[in-house]
């Protein structure tokens, strides 16, 4: 998740042409976190030529702007309810009748806060602690009430520290705005498979985030096709993935519901981002903006879609063709149990020189 607090990008790269962005969907976006507020994100949307959005809640608090998001453009916005790594920290493995006191439950997760006094205004300034039972009935009611809504942002991050409050940050230049908290691992696992679990049972697919834990995602994912049969009926977006091409190879191998995306803004970042793109399978590659400024959307997934078609030898038409039908499968649920047939060598063969003619009839 980028959320826009970091977003910056002075590409001038020319915009698709509006025709080929009306067939695309933003796989992964967040104008419930857009800094100029809600009714601008409103507004935003309504001039981007992007065809979908799918809107990811990522805290406690804006689950309520995704539901504002899929009310006001229900035909443009996929919502997608859920918590994400950095903010898992506020809930409590405790039942509502046993919830632990705002002290002990962040003593008892960062056992720092017991040794290091300094930690304390940090631990004033977070929310207090909500039962993850409390939690979760209200993410299935939202499940529920949108009935083409889905789970995300969920996922796993080792490499994210809590902010220190606006008012102890140092002067910019001047220091880490970090703490040296991180939630506990395994912590974040509780969280995800408590979320995976319901997903899977009502049926939704998944917006999943990885940062710096390829193996514990590989881990818990394998443990899912080991021992629940549920989980192959649904899809899992690996967002901004930032794994090795390798271990994308690795997981499409084992996985046939893993569907990876892309942001120019984040994945763009790494030296092996052509490879990256070029390790996915085609009927497992979609785009995203992970953009909270909404209006800078449209810019993004063509910036993205220029660097796939770089890094693959495809046209733009053939591109967004692509992604269209990739789109479309993501949406499927899969029969339980069931596995689709992987495509012959032959037939992978045949695929890429009709992809080779016709970047070379679009250069004629």
Request: proline residues 7%; hydrophobic residues 35%; glycine residues 4%.
């Given at each position: 998740?980028g959320?826009?607090?970091?977003?910056?990008?002075?590409n001038?790269?020319?915009?698709?042409p509006?025709?080929?962005?009306?067939?695309?969907?933003?796989?992964?976006?967040?104008?419930?976190?857009d800094l100029?507020?809600?009714d601008?994100?409103l507004?935003?949307?309504?001039?981007?030529?992007?065809?979908?959005?799918?809107?990811?809640?990522s805290?406690?608090?804006?689950?309520s702007?995704?539901?504002?998001?899929a009310?006001a453009?229900?035909?443009?916005?996929?919502?997608?309810f859920?918590?994400?790594?950095?903010?898992?920290?506020?809930?409590?493995?405790?039942?509502?009748?046993?919830?632990?006191?705002k002290?002990?439950?962040?003593?008892?997760?960062f056992?720092?806060v017991g040794?290091?006094?300094?930690?304390?205004?940090?631990?004033?300034?977070l929310?207090?602690?909500?039962?993850?039972?409390?939690?979760?009935t209200?993410?299935?009611?939202?499940?529920?009430?949108y009935?083409?809504?889905?789970?995300g942002e969920?996922?796993?991050d080792?490499?994210?520290?809590?902010?220190?409050?606006?008012?102890?940050?140092?002067?910019?230049?001047?220091?880490?705005?970090?703490?040296?908290?991180?939630?506990?691992?395994?912590?974040?696992?509780?969280?995800v498979?408590?979320?995976?679990?319901l997903?899977?049972?009502?049926?939704?697919?998944?917006?999943?985030?990885?940062?710096?834990?390829?193996?514990?995602?590989?881990?818990?994912?394998?443990?899912?096709?080991?021992?629940?049969p549920g989980?192959?009926s649904?899809?899992?977006?690996?967002?901004s993935?930032?794994?090795?091409?390798?271990?994308?190879?690795?997981?499409?191998?084992?996985h046939?519901?893993?569907?990876?995306?892309f942001?120019?803004?984040?994945?763009?970042?790494?030296?092996?981002?052509?490879?990256?793109?070029?390790?996915?399978?085609?009927?497992?590659?979609?785009?995203?903006?992970?953009?909270s400024?909404?209006?800078?959307i449209?810019?993004?997934i063509?910036?993205v879609?220029?660097?796939?078609?770089?890094?693959?030898?495809?046209?733009?038409?053939?591109?967004?063709?692509?992604?269209e039908k990739?789109?479309?499968?993501?949406?499927e649920?899969?029969?339980?149990?069931?596995?689709p047939?992987r495509?012959?060598?032959?037939?992978?063969k045949?695929?890429e020189?009709a992809?080779r003619r016709?970047?070379?009839e679009?250069e004629e």
């Amino acid at each position: 998740m980028g959320q826009g607090y970091t977003e910056q990008t002075d590409n001038p790269l020319a915009m698709l042409p509006v025709e080929l962005l009306q067939r695309l969907t933003d796989a992964h976006c967040h104008p419930a976190d857009d800094l100029a507020g809600l009714d601008t994100a409103l507004i935003a949307i309504e001039q981007l030529h992007t065809g979908r959005l799918c809107a990811q809640s990522s805290t406690l608090e804006n689950q309520s702007y995704t539901r504002s998001l899929a009310v006001a453009h229900p035909d443009r916005v996929v919502p997608f309810f859920g918590l994400h790594p950095w903010f898992v920290h506020s809930i409590s493995l405790s039942s509502p009748s046993s919830l632990p006191n705002k002290q002990e439950h962040y003593t008892t997760l960062f056992p720092e806060v017991g040794t290091d006094p300094s930690l304390q205004p940090l631990v004033d300034s977070l929310l207090p602690p909500t039962s993850l039972e409390t939690y979760l009935t209200t993410l299935e009611q939202n499940l529920i009430q949108y009935p083409h809504s889905h789970v995300g942002e969920i996922g796993l991050d080792r490499a994210f520290r809590l902010p220190l409050p606006t008012h102890l940050q140092p002067p910019r230049g001047h220091g880490s705005s970090r703490s040296k908290l991180q939630t506990p691992i395994e912590h974040q696992l509780a969280l995800v498979r408590a979320q995976l679990d319901l997903a899977i049972k009502l049926r939704r697919h998944v917006s999943f985030h990885s940062v710096r834990s390829s193996k514990e995602t590989v881990t818990l994912l394998r443990d899912y096709l080991d021992h629940d049969p549920g989980f192959q009926s649904i899809h899992a977006c690996l967002h901004s993935f930032g794994g090795s091409p390798e271990t994308i190879r690795q997981l499409q191998k084992v996985h046939h519901n893993l569907f990876f995306s892309f942001a120019a803004v984040i994945s763009g970042r790494s030296p092996r981002f052509s490879e990256m793109l070029r390790a996915v399978d085609d009927a497992r590659l979609l785009v995203e903006s992970d953009f909270s400024d909404t209006l800078k959307i449209d810019e993004q997934i063509s910036e993205v879609v220029e660097a796939i078609c770089t890094a693959r030898s495809w046209t733009r038409e053939y591109c967004v063709a692509q992604l269209e039908k990739n789109w479309l499968s993501f949406l499927e649920v899969e029969p339980e149990g069931s596995r689709p047939k992987r495509k012959s060598k032959k037939e992978r063969k045949m695929d890429e020189q009709a992809r080779r003619r016709q970047a070379e009839e679009a250069e004629e």
